[in-house]
């Protein structure tokens, strides 16, 4: 039998504020274990909760920018549950009246995932295991958590990789969240089931938790899948529970029978009165969201840019914004892609370019092209003036004249330094004549390095086959 997986997944975002959900206390990561904690976030008797306006708009915001019609009414609910790090015993968050529903993500490659709902709560602490014992620090308690839940529109792990990489990006692109996996304030919950292909019917799901890795989902996914589908060959039920992922062994492991929402006893939350959403507030945030990954890649494509180049400029906004300031500057939208991803990622790749911060300024790169296709720079210059630039700023005109990376045309001059070239190497000119063609590149590279780049590749090709009598 032949199955199909359907796969939905719950991305949760540790929203970007100055403090916390529901008090005072600062989100921070990497802070003294406990530093960050009061009577609010640990739950402690008569402490009252006051919403962080911050991160309601950052809610919104993301929300706007999947695509999600806007609660004008949503509300807080306690989700009642017990576990070592919720000190409350509940956990703020919402059920019937969420902040965003009904949105939609589209994929690089294709396709589209709805969002079913976008709702704001607080996160839990953080678990740690060490030396046999288990222990507890509270300062994530209480830090604004954005959860993200998509229909099980989803049909591979390499699929839901790429709908959670386009989550993570367009909330970059928002400045939402900082996104650190590493820290775990970009996590991910994914549902999994299978059925026969060609079938409508939902069976049983797997929800496997908390991940904070590409790699880990797709690899939890693929396994779990493969592990679903030889229980249906031979004893025929997948039981519906939540399950970890082990990367070490490679595997699932159960962790508990999966809950439904009755399980958690909902209920509202007694001490938040809901929030109405001015529709002026809400209209103003989505007027002011910037372009976003699909509608930049869209762009892009229609202006001829290959695909990986606009996969590279559009995983970054900033790069996106250097792009498109660089060709209002005058820069040829093709040239301008290819040193972007080009040299100017091979830099930014080595740490000598930050283009968030950058000194050299997308209107001299767009100067710097000109100069390139007027003949005043050759290619091997330019680089030069480039890597100039992005050290320590300036002009293109000024660095190329400091530097003395102005083009050679003189044909005498680049005559001479081709005789000196031939002098130092007379095996590849005896090469050459010999029509040991790889000898050509050689000599060219060897006037190119005396000249400093600053003669073109054809005219020194040209002088050097003048010069062996070719």
Known sequence: MEFETVIGLEVHIELKTRTKMFCSCRNEFGAPPNSHICPVCLGLP??????????????????????????????????????PDLPKGYQISQLDEPIGLDGRVLLPGGGEVRISRVQLEEDAGKLQHEAGRAVVDFNRAGVPLLEIVSQPDLSSPQEARAYWEEIRRIALYL?????????????ADANISLRPRGTNALNP???????????????????EADRQAEIYRTSG????????????????????????????????????????????????LRDALPKLPADRRTALAAAGIAE????????????????????????????????????????????????????????????????????????????????????????????????????????????????AAIQENEK???????????????????????????????LAKSLIEEEIGR
Do not use: H
Not at 46 to 67: D, V, W
Not at 269 to 279: F, G, H, I, Q, V
Not at 327 to 344: D, F, H, M, Q, S
């Open 46 to 83: 008569g402490a009252l909760p006051a919403p962080n306006g911050a991160a309601i708009e950052a809610a919104i915001r993301m929300a706007l920018g999947l695509g999600c019609e806007i609660s004008e009414r949503t509300r807080f609910d306690r989700k009642n549950y017990f576990y």
């Open 205 to 223: 799901r797997v929800e496997i938790k908390n991940m904070n890795s590409f790699r880990f989902l797709e690899r939890a996914l693929t396994y």
């Open 428 to 458: 590849a000119a005896q090469d050459l004549r010999d029509g040991k063609e790889k000898a050509m590149s050689f000599l060219v590279g060897q006037v190119m390095r005396r000249t400093r780049g600053r003669v073109a590749p054809d």
């Open 308 to 419: 990986e180049q606009v996969r590279l400029i559009a995983e970054s906004r900033p790069r996106a914004e250097y792009f498109d300031a660089a060709v209002a500057a005058g820069a040829a939208p093709l040239e301008a892609a290819k040193w972007i991803t080009g040299e100017l990622a091979r830099l930014e790749n080595e740490g000598a370019f930050d283009v968030s911060a950058p000194k050299a300024e997308p209107a001299e790169l767009a100067e710097l092209l000109r100069q390139v296709d007027g003949g005043a720079l050759t290619q091997a210059s330019a680089k030069q003036v480039l890597a100039e630039l992005v050290a320590e700023g300036g002009t293109v005109a000024a660095t190329a004249e400091r530097l003395g990376l102005v083009r050679l045309d003189d044909r005498d001059a680049v005559r001479a330094e081709v005789r």
């Open 175 to 187: 400045g939402v969240t900082d996104a650190r996996m590493e820290e775990g304030s970009v996590r």
């Open 237 to 284: 039920r997948v039981a519906q529970e939540t399950r970890g992922w082990d990367d070490p062994r490679g595997v699932t492991v159960p962790q508990r029978s999966k809950e439904e929402s009755q399980d958690y006893r909902y209920f509202p939350e007694p001490d938040l009165l809901p929030l109405a959403l001015s529709r002026a507030r809400v209209d103003a």
